[in-house]
C-alpha cells in the first residue's frame, strides 16, 4: 500500500497494473470471503488478538490505496474493518492493559495507531473508535510496565524495550501531555526501522517534556498485574507481579501465573 501509494507518480501503467492484480488475486477477495464468513483463510480479521489489528490494518491502508481501481470491493473491505476491529479493541478496556504481555501490547497500539490514522487521514472519521474505554489508558500500560532497563516480560513477551512509536499518535489524539520523551527514550532501542519512520511521522515537536507524573505503583485487577517501584530515575528499585488465573487458550498467554521481576 504505501509503495502503490507514495511512488505512484512514479509506476508506470504495467507496474501498477501488476500491483493492482496481485493485490485483488493475493489479499482482496479473501479478505472479503472471510468478511462475511464463508472462508477462513484470514482469520485474523475477526480474531480478538494482536492480530486482528495486523491484518485489519493492512487490508484497509491498501483498499484505501486502490478504491479508484476496486471502489465496490476496497469500500467493502474498509466498512467491514472498522467494525472488525471491534472483536480486539475492548481488550484495552477499562484501564488499557493488554493480556498478551507488553510486546504484543506495542505491536497491537502501533498496528491499531496505523489503522485510527489512515482512517482519519483518508475519511476525516474515526467512527466512535477513539471512544473506546481503555485506549486512551493503554500508554500507561506500557510506561507502568517497564523500568529504566526493560520492561516485565509475562506472556510471550522479550525482555528489554517494548517500544511503540504509535503512543506518539495517541498522546496527540488524547492530547496527553508531558509524555513523549519518555517513550522516545525508549524508541532508540527498537531494532525495527519501520518504529524509528513512524517515530518521526508521529514524533512532532511540540510538547516534548517529560512532565507527566505517574504513580509509583499500579494494580491491574484485569490481568492482575502489579508493578512497583521507588522512582522514574536511572537506577531504580523495580518490582512486577503477575497473578492469575491463566487462561492458556488466550494468544500468547503463558502458564506464568506467579512470576515476578
Not at 97 to 101: H, M, N
Not at 108 to 112: E, K, Q, V
Not at 165 to 168: D, K, N, R, V
Not at 176 to 183: E, N, P
Given at each position: 500500500?504505501l509503495?502503490y ?5 512514479y509506476?508506470t ?10 493485490a485483488?488475486?493475493?489479499?482482496f ?6 468478511y462475511?464468513?464463508?472462508?477462513n483463510?484470514m ?12 491484518v485489519?490494518s493492512?487490508l484497509?491502508?491498501l483498499a484505501f ?12 473491505i474498509?466498512?467491514?474493518a472498522?467494525r472488525?476491529?471491534e ?6 478496556a477499562?484501564f488499557g ?5 507488553p510486546?504484543y501490547?506495542s505491536i ?5 495507531s496505523?489503522?485510527m ?5 483518508v475519511l476525516?472519521n474515526?467512527?466512535?473508535l477513539?471512544?473506546v ?5 493503554a ?5 507502568y510496565?517497564?523500568s529504566?532497563?526493560?520492561c516485565?516480560?509475562y506472556?510471550?513477551a ?6 511503540s512509536?504509535?503512543?506518539?499518535y495517541l498522546f ?13 527514550s525508549?524508541s ?5 526501522t519501520?518504529a524509528l519512520a513512524?517515530?518521526?511521522l508521529?514524533y ?5 517534556t517529560d512532565?507527566?507524573e505517574?504513580?509509583?505503583d499500579?494494580?491491574?485487577d484485569?490481568?492482575n498485574?502489579?508493578?512497583a517501584r521507588?522512582s522514574y530515575n536511572?537506577g531504580?528499585i523495580f518490582a512486577?507481579f503477575?497473578?492469575?488465573p491463566?487462561n ?14
Open positions: 500500500s509503495a501509494d507514495w511512488m505512484y507518480d509506476w501503467p504495467q507496474q501498477k497494473k501488476i500491483m493492482e492484480e496481485a485483488y488475486e493475493n489479499c477477495w479473501v479478505a472479503m470471503e472471510s462475511m464468513g464463508t472462508k483463510d482469520q485474523g480479521t475477526i480474531h480478538q488478538n494482536n492480530h486482528n489489528t495486523v485489519n493492512g484497509s491502508m490505496a486502490m478504491m479508484d481501481v476496486y471502489p465496490e470491493y476496497t469500500s467493502f474498509t466498512s467491514n472498522i472488525s476491529i472483536y480486539m479493541i475492548e481488550n484495552f477499562p492493559s493488554y493480556i498478551e504481555g510486546s501490547a497491537t497500539i502501533d498496528y491499531l496505523t489503522f490514522a489512515t482512517y482519519e487521514s476525516g474515526l467512527y466512535s477513539k471512544e474505554e481503555g485506549i486512551s489508558y500508554p500507561d500500560f506500557l510506561v510496565d517497564q529504566d532497563v526493560g516485565f516480560n506472556g510471550d522479550e525482555f528489554g524495550f517494548a517500544t512509536p504509535g503512543l506518539f496527540d489524539l488524547y492530547d496527553i501531555k508531558g509524555a513523549k520523551q519518555t517513550v522516545a525508549h532508540k532501542y527498537s531494532s525495527y519501520s513512524f517515530s518521526l508521529w512532532g515537536e511540540e510538547d516534548v512532565s507527566k505517574y504513580d509509583l499500579v494494580f491491574y484485569d490481568i498485574l502489579v508493578t521507588d536511572p531504580q512486577a503477575k497473578g492469575g491463566t492458556p487458550t488466550t494468544f500468547n498467554a503463558d502458564m506464568d501465573m506467579g512470576s515476578f521481576v
